[in-house]
């Protein structure tokens, strides 16, 4: 019969020493996972809450349409055009976020189209009018003094809002 010294392990036991040896990689990997995985997390809802920023900032610049145009320095052509070009790019930008938000964001997607339609409907009447009144041609008339209203857009950007947040 053999005669082990204190400690010492024979062929068929496991010790603490490989116990650890095993688990100590298998925390490491589950700890680089967890963290790679949070990260990426991040990453996407900054993505998210940026592109969701950038489709409210297309309607914005359309609702301020009638400000702009209210304002022009003159009534040339190549402002007419400008200006034109800019409200169709506009009306692109929010076709586009509404088309992202329907494939991504589909919770996000009809509040967003409400808000699109609204706006729409309210800066596109006030467009109109500012069309028809003659440019600006001082510096104090660049205050107009009564804003335009935009009370339905500013509820519908509120619960744009609110379930975008949710969606975050």
């Not at 359309?62 to 040339?76: A, K, N, T």
């Amino acid at each position: 019969m053999e005669v082990f010294a204190a400690g010492q392990a024979t062929g068929d036991e496991w010790t603490w020493a490989e116990t650890a040896a095993l688990i100590v990689p298998c925390i490491a990997l589950l700890g680089a996972f967890l963290t790679y995985a949070l990260n990426q997390r991040a990453v996407r809802r900054e993505r998210r809450a940026k592109t969701f920023a950038e489709a409210l900032t297309a309607v914005e610049e359309y609702l301020e349409m009638p400000y702009r145009i209210r304002r022009r320095s003159e009534s040339s052509s190549a402002v007419r055009q400008q200006l034109t070009d800019e409200v169709s790019s506009l009306l692109a930008r929010m076709a586009f976020h509404q088309a992202w938000l329907q494939i991504e964001a589909t919770t996000v997607a009809g509040p967003y189209a409400t808000l699109v339609a609204t706006a729409r409907a309210e800066a596109g009447a006030q467009m109109s009018l500012a069309w028809q009144q003659p440019p600006i041609t001082t510096d104090s008339g660049m205050n107009l003094g009564i804003p335009y209203p935009r009370d339905r857009s500013n509820a519908a950007r509120a619960t744009c809002i609110e379930v975008m947040r949710q969606h975050l």
